[in-house]
């Protein structure tokens, strides 16, 4: 009888009580049963199976792992990498206790790394790649680090992909002559990362390649592609953003106008300057014999017409906002600063904010004009608008003034020091979001005035949940040499009978559970405990990235100087 490998298994599926198996002598053996006979034939006849399998045709071995010039991470340095990489997927939400959370500090670790120009050791590359997949706040520097060896190990494993989507720009030995092929034949994403790091390194080259290309783009392509000329952006290209503002696409026509009024010598900016000053002018008469000023005049416009649409105006306003001030907005906007000092009479952006705004205009002309200090970059509007630090914030919704943006427009040192003066006036409630804006480390009197008012609010009886957002970002922001000083704060004060009530574990969340039993001076401690633990963690990293390969270093760190994200991984 002829025996195959399907007859066996088919057998052996319905039962030897209903199917003789394919063997010739069931009784060749003493005592052997149908089943055992059955066994023994599917032995033989895997053995006949594997010993004839005829090999597989051998794949091409893969090119060699390109070299990489920069130097190793001192031993302390590759220690500490892999330490953090280690303990990546231990944190949790509600986190408790005086330890370091190493999740938060991989992201500063990497940009010093790269700051010193190290290459990753390539045993920590495939943990390197997969937390980097984890975390897409992690993929730019991570990649950095990685350089040409994580590009050519993300090509065989397809998990890792996303490094072959960031393009040449992933390490510094990646950059080299433009492969236009990426361009002509890429993935969108593939493609997107290459003109942006073409842009980085030729911006007039990323400029034509992009116009060249134009025609046949996607709408929703077209719009992306075009934000990447945000960076580098001059004069040099606005012929080819003023072509664009006749695009099919009012989105592409929008950000087209968005740019060009960005330049503040393009020829949109002055077409929106001459809107501008028929829409805006300075009535010098006004109730002068009421013994009042000059006062600002407002003539909204009292149409969109189609060159106005060219030039970015959207006509249809949002849900709740009236159409002839929605366009006086636009255009305000888009108009260059420049001509409303020619346009009041010399006056400097603190006088001209100074001056009263006729009919309830206020609100809409200064919101336009913060607007447009952000996005021309003008310091000297943006801390006009910005006003002293020491006057109340508003309610949330309820101002036209959005400080955080205004911030960003100023020198980092201004910023820090109008933060700073801001906590001391009204404590961290409404610091979060202006903390995001500045510079890391933070200067000695932001850092210092946030220690005070964390100091502050625990005499006061609060608890330190409630300012768990700051504490987070002060653990990453704060300058390390601030340890010793927060050192003494580390102690848990006595508390007077009858003191404040501790609320239960409903009332703060998981990460208080029994909180009754004790007092908010116990959380205070340990929540400094683990601020000064993560200073001086902090410290010891940037030290043994400062030293030779091979030996760590003692002492100091470096300093950091990257702007802080207020968006980042909750607490």
């Given at each position: 009888m002829k025996r195959t490998w399907d007859e066996l298994v088919t057998t052996a599926l319905l039962g030897t009580t209903r199917r003789m198996p394919p063997v010739p002598d069931?009784?060749?053996?003493?005592?052997?049963?149908?089943?055992?006979?059955?066994?023994?034939?599917?032995?033989?006849?895997?053995?006949?199976?594997?010993?004839?399998?005829?090999?597989?045709?051998?794949?091409?071995?893969?090119?060699?792992?390109?070299?990489?010039?920069?130097?190793?991470?001192?031993?302390?340095?590759?220690?500490?990498?892999?330490?953090?990489?280690?303990?990546?997927?231990?944190?949790?939400?509600?986190?408790?206790?005086?330890?370091?959370?190493?999740?938060?500090?991989?992201?500063?670790?990497?940009?010093?790394?790269?700051?010193?120009?190290?290459?990753?050791?390539?045993?920590?590359?495939?943990?390197?790649?997969?937390?980097?997949?984890?975390?897409?706040?992690?993929?730019?520097?991570?990649?950095?680090?990685?350089?040409?060896?994580?590009?050519?190990?993300?090509?065989?494993?397809?998990?890792?992909?996303?490094?072959?989507?960031?393009?040449?720009?992933?390490?510094?030995?990646?950059?080299?002559?433009?492969?236009?092929?990426?361009?002509?034949?890429?993935?969108?994403?593939?493609?997107?990362?290459?003109?942006?790091?073409?842009?980085?390194?030729?911006?007039?080259?990323?400029?034509?390649?992009?116009?060249?290309?134009?025609?046949?783009?996607?709408?929703?392509?077209?719009?992306?592609?075009?934000?990447?000329?945000?960076?580098?952006?001059?004069?040099?290209?606005?012929?080819?953003?003023?072509?664009?503002?006749?695009?099919?696409?009012?989105?592409?026509?929008?950000?087209?106008?968005?740019?060009?009024?960005?330049?503040?010598g393009s020829a949109l900016a002055a077409r929106m300057a001459e809107r501008a000053r028929s829409c805006v002018s300075l009535d010098r008469t006004g109730a002068a014999g009421a013994g009042e000023g000059p006062r600002i005049m407002v003539e909204a416009p009292h149409e969109c017409g189609k060159d106005m649409q060219r030039d970015g105006v959207v006509v249809k306003p949002p849900s709740g906002r009236g159409e002839r001030s929605w366009w006086l907005s636009q255009i305000v906007e888009a108009a260059p600063l420049a001509v409303w000092r020619e346009r009041f009479g010399g006056r400097s952006p603190a006088g001209i904010v100074a001056l009263p705004v006729t009919d309830g205009w206020q609100p809409e002309l200064h919101a336009a004009w913060c607007r447009a200090a952000v996005r021309q970059r003008d310091a000297e509007w943006a801390r006009a608008l910005l006003g002293p630090a020491s006057e109340p914030p508003a309610a949330e919704g309820t101002s036209w003034r959005d400080p955080a943006k205004l911030l960003s427009a100023l020198p980092a040192d201004e910023r820090a020091e109008w933060v700073a003066e801001f906590v001391s006036a009204h404590g961290l409630s409404d610091a979060f979001r202006l903390l995001g804006v500045c510079a890391v480390p933070w200067a000695e009197p932001l850092g210092r005035a946030i220690v005070d008012a964390l100091d502050t609010a625990r005499d006061a009886g609060g608890y330190p949940w409630s300012f768990s957002g700051v504490m987070g970002l002060a653990e990453r922001c704060l300058d390390p040499a601030q340890a010793d000083r927060l050192e003494v704060l580390t102690a848990q004060p006595q508390e007077p009978d009858g003191g404040p009530a501790t609320p239960g574990a409903a009332a703060v969340g998981a990460g208080a559970v029994g909180a009754g039993a004790v007092g908010a001076g116990a959380y205070w401690e340990e929540a400094f405990r683990r601020l000064v633990g993560t200073l001086r963690l902090r410290a010891t990293m940037l030290a043994e990235l400062s030293g030779p390969a091979g030996r760590p270093a003692r002492g100091g760190g470096g300093a950091a100087v990257r702007p802080a994200s207020a968006g980042g991984r909750s607490r």
């Open positions: 069931v009784r060749a053996r003493d005592g052997q049963d149908v089943a055992s006979a059955l066994l023994d034939a599917a032995a033989v006849e895997t053995v006949r199976r594997r010993a004839g399998a005829v090999p597989a045709v051998a794949r091409a071995r893969p090119e060699p792992a390109p070299g990489d010039v920069r130097p190793p991470l001192p031993t302390a340095a590759h220690r500490r990498l892999a330490l953090l990489l280690a303990d990546r997927g231990s944190a949790g939400g509600g986190r408790r206790g005086a330890a370091p959370d190493l999740t938060e500090l991989l992201p500063q670790w990497l940009a010093a790394a790269n700051r010193h120009g190290y290459q990753a050791p390539p045993a920590l590359l495939p943990a390197l790649l997969e937390a980097a997949r984890a975390r897409t706040d992690l993929r730019p520097e991570a990649l950095v680090l990685g350089g040409p060896r994580a590009r050519w190990l993300a090509g065989l494993n397809p998990q890792w992909k996303y490094a072959l989507r960031a393009g040449p720009a992933a390490g510094p030995a990646a950059a080299g002559p433009a492969d236009t092929r990426v361009w002509e034949e890429g993935l969108f994403a593939e493609r997107a990362a290459f003109l942006t790091s073409l842009r980085r390194r030729d911006p007039a080259a990323a400029r034509e390649l992009l116009a060249g290309a134009w025609p046949a783009e996607r709408a929703e392509d077209r719009l992306l592609f075009l934000d990447v000329l945000r960076e580098g952006l001059s004069a040099a290209d606005e012929p080819f953003l003023e072509r664009t503002l006749s695009d099919r696409s009012r989105n592409v026509r929008a950000t087209a106008a968005e740019l060009l009024s960005a330049l503040p």
